[in-house]
């Protein structure tokens, strides 16, 4: 039993972080898998025992089509046949296009609608009524009104994520507390100033939240509008093509893609959240 | 800066050859609030004249009326009637010649000690160059104890920290009249003693005019010039201004041995607990 005591020592604290770390976050990582698991294989035994006609997630590796999607994702044969890595990213750029444009929009006309009660009172219930509206039927009046299924799609997006933007940054700079605005009365602070050492650090928290809800409603309205949207290249109408010719496990991929697209977003912003608000405001 | 010059230029002169007349005058105030149940007078028939350079206490049971006197002089407020003067000028707005330290300290979150107080040296002397605010500020912060600590957020500081900043940032602007709201109630009583003896040492130097709102009668006998005494509401007036004679600079153990800070006390007591006691089942 002679050792080297460093090494031993160090060993078993590796061991012990280890077994710790485990004590702590093993039931976080087990329990998931498990749920997983579970549902994987109810979903499995459902459509092998002929339950429901939805092939089981088995099928995604044994069918030859889907199997080549899986393995292939950055193939480009020209037009619309694309691996599903470029279909993501072609509804990801709609996405980031329409979204800029609903936070720059959402967050400037917040800030104009928090400030001044009289438009505030004038626009408040234009507001209510059309973020009550549905983004997939926003699809036929923006093609309608623009002509064009790319401006189309990307005004869809807009649509949908400018209220959570724009409604949230209203009530974070009606938020304000009367302190703040008393101080910057008394000090008499120029209107610059206090924009951005008073109104936006004050509105930041509200901000995110209405991005973050903004940035999944703009995913989930992506997929809606390409699935009306007939001949764009995106995993929405990738979706509804695999539909039109049966190839339903082609489907059930896609569906994987949306989902984890969607979560990789809201995380995403979740992260930027954490890195950009200061820590006493989260 | 004129007065701070008077000053210089006549050191020896006594607190009473300094303070010139009606450099503030408030005259036939009153104030009626409109309420859901009608008009509510707060304030009736308010009378005060204070000199250049005292200290006054304002003291009265809670919802009396003295934030909304003191509002009046800061010009966060009107009066319904009668006049607010400053050397002859009606007050008609905020400026940072009344600074205010305001009940819930209002500093910025997201902004340092230095940078809170920053802000103000800042919104007041704009043209002032870079290296000048900056040795303001540090002077300011280093003369409530707060050197080391100026590079803190006030999440990070203790209340009475965040108070010494607050008195920091208010000195910093070297304002004609000092307004202080309760500034040390919700502090411990080492603390408050502590920040009474710090407020009166930085007044004794610069010699703004002090009007401070306190519940604590030994506080107001051991800073002021004169106490007012207001009675309850509604339509509160002004129901007796005491003079505190005790010579400058104080001495709190002193004062305390002096036969007449007792005389004094109860005469204030008196007047709180007897004549206006609060009526508990309003
Ligand atoms: N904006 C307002 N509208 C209607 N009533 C008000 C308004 N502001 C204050 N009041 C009423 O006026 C009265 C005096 O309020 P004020 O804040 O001046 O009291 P205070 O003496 O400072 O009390 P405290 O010691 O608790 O701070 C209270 O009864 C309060 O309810
Ligand atoms: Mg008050």
Known sequence: MVA??????????????????WKKQGQNIMLPLIGVFVFLLIWQLLSSTGITRLPGPISLVTEQRTRELLLYPFYDLGGLDKGLFWQTMYSLARVAKGYTAAAVVGIGLGILVGTNQTINKAVDPIFQFLRMIAPLAWVPISLIALQNVQQAAVFVIFITAVWPILINTTVGVQQIPQDYKNVARVLQISPRKYFFKVLIPSALPYIFTGLRIAIGLAWLAIIAAEIVMSGVIGIGFFIWNAYQNNYVSEVILAVFYIGAVGLLLDRAMAYLQQLILPEEQR | MEM???????????????????????????????????????????????KEGEFICLIGHSGCGKTT???????????????????????????????????????????????????????????KLEAEKRAIVREHLAMVGLADASDKKPPQLSGGMKQRVAIARALSIRPKVLILDEP???????????????????????????????????EALFLADRLVMMTNGPAATIGEVMEIPFPRPRDRTQIMEDPEYYDLRNHALDFLYRRFAHDDTE
């Open chain 2, 69 to 127: 006197l003191l509002n009046m002089v800061s010009g966060f407020n009107q009066p319904t009637e009668g006049t607010v003067q400053l050397r002859g000028k009606p007050i008609t707005n905020p400026g940072p010649d009344r600074m205010v330290v305001f009940q819930g300290y209002a500093l910025l979150p997201w902004l340092t000690a230095f940078e809170n107080v920053y802000l103000a040296v800042d919104s007041v002397h704009p043209k």
């Open chain 1, 4 to 21: 080297n005591p460093g090494t031993r020592s160090t060993g078993s604290n590796v061991a012990g972080f280890a077994r710790t770390f």
């Open chain 2, 184 to 218: 040390f109630g919700a502090l411990d009583a080492i603390t408050k003693e502590e920040l009474q003896e710090e407020l009166l040492k930085i007044w004794n130097d610069h010699r703004c005019t002090v009007l401070m709102i306190t519940h604590d009668i030994d």
């Open chain 2, 4 to 50: 701070l010059k008077q000053v210089e230029t006549r050191p020896l002169a006594t607190s009473q050859q300094r303070q010139s007349q009606s450099f503030l005058e408030i005259a036939n105030v009153s104030k009626v609030y409109p309420t859901a149940k009608g008009f509510y007078p707060v304030l009736q028939d308010v009378n005060l004249s204070v």
